[in-house]
Nanobody
Framework: QLQLVESGGGLVQPGGSLRLSCAAS????????IGWLRQAPGDEREEVSC????????NYVDSVMDRFTISRDGAKNTVYLQMNSLKPEDTAVYYC??????????????WGQGTQVTVSS
């Protein structure tokens, strides 16, 4: 069974950091571009970041540029999202998703269940 499992969410104060992990089971991520998306209550889902299958290309939504970093570890079959300088507006459920493509396409084949990130004092 193909699964993506996110972890690392939680409650953090403004200015703090979290690292989200997206671990795959049942398949290897080597041939997949991976995205992190988020959805806050009442808002549409937005793509926060995406990384190509090789890791050589990454992109970010403007609101997280220079604060978030996406990376991947093939040996661990895991993709990470390092989130620094967190703001209350980063509060959302964060999902990782995979598409069988070398490049980020904006659409995805597989989704994780999501992890809650709450930024609050």
């Amino acid at each position: 069974q193909l699964q993506l499992v996110e972890s690392g969410g939680g409650l953090v104060q403004p200015g703090g950091s979290l690292r989200l992990s997206c671990a795959a089971s049942g398949f290897t991520l080597d041939h997949y571009a991976i995205g992190w998306l988020r959805q806050a209550p009442g808002d549409e889902r937005e793509e926060v970041s995406c990384i190509s299958s090789s890791g050589g290309s990454t992109n970010y939504v403007d609101s997280v540029m220079d604060r978030f970093t996406i990376s991947r570890d093939g040996a661990k079959n895991t993709v990470y999202l390092q989130m620094n300088s967190l703001k209350p507006e980063d509060t959302a459920v964060y999902y990782c998703a995979a598409v069988r493509n070398t490049r980020c396409t904006g659409s995805y084949d597989y989704w994780g269940q999501g992890t809650q990130v709450t930024v609050s004092s």
